[in-house]
């Protein structure tokens, strides 16, 4: 079965430094990870998606992320935080016969001045 | 990207009320999902739906049942809310071969 494990439950950071978000997946074959942001009040965002192409995933506003299968590592990073980054952070894998999506906990990320 | 819409955004009701949270598509969409948020925690399914007439339940047990008579709708009914019923409900729907799934901005419920 498929499951994902998010590391971390709260990351802080100052502005303009960096985001390292880490996430562990689980799957008994080639998977499908995703990335999804979630402001206060607001429902979820896609940030990026890896579908078993480039292992290196570029997302919208300057993240990014690395599959690295030998260590079943799905982690977000982004070079410099800005105060707009504060979010709830899921990392989510594809799964399940009727193609679900299974979340992590989530992470939440904080940016100080 | 898909354009997922839910309604209402924000409910606070009584105890004992019959409510229905409304998610609609526009892109012709046969797959389409709900799923459940309680208040600092992960997402679960709650239901999902394949077309029309078609409806599943998701890993999450939940009191509300779900409907789609149409393709572009997939409301969410529960008969008689409750307190325990507080939570948002996200409904996504899959965007291409990849099944990339995209979300509506949610319905943030809260029962009292």
């Known amino acids: 079965a498929q499951s994902v494990t998010q590391l971390d439950s709260h990351v802080s950071v100052s502005e303009g430094t960096p985001v390292l978000l880490r996430c562990n997946y689980s799957?008994?074959?080639?998977?499908?990870l995703f990335w999804y942001v979630q402001h206060p009040n607001k429902g979820l965002q896609l940030l990026l998606k890896?579908?078993?192409?480039?292992?290196l995933v570029k997302g919208i506003n300057g993240f990014e992320a690395e599959f690295k299968k030998s260590e079943t590592s799905f982690h977000l990073t982004k070079p410099s935080a800005h105060m707009s980054d504060a979010a709830e952070y899921f990392c989510?894998?594809?799964?399940?016969?009727?193609?679900?999506?299974?979340f992590g906990a989530g992470t939440r990320l904080a940016v100080h001045p | 990207e898909a354009d997922i819409y839910q309604t209402p955004r924000y409910l606070v009701i009584g105890t004992g009320k019959k409510i229905t949270l409304e998610c609609s598509q526009t892109?012709?969409?046969?797959?389409m999902y709900w799923y459940q948020q309680d208040p600092g925690m992960e997402l679960h399914l709650i239901h999902y739906?394949?077309?029309?007439?078609?409806?599943e339940k998701g890993d999450l047990s939940s009191e509300s049942t779900v409907s789609r008579i149409r393709t572009e709708h997939f409301p969410l009914t529960l008969e008689s809310a409750r307190p325990s019923h507080t939570s948002q409900y996200l409904c996504?729907?899959?965007?291409?071969?990849?099944?990339?799934?995209?979300f509506g901005a949610g319905t943030r419920l809260s029962v009292l």
């Open positions: 996504a729907s899959p965007l291409g071969a990849k099944n990339i799934q995209y």
């Open positions: 892109m012709g969409h046969d797959k």
């Open positions: 799957s008994s074959y080639s998977p499908s």
């Open positions: 890896y579908t078993s192409a480039a292992t």
């Open positions: 989510a894998i594809l799964g399940g016969g009727y193609n679900k999506l299974i």
């Open positions: 739906s394949y077309g029309v007439n078609s409806t």
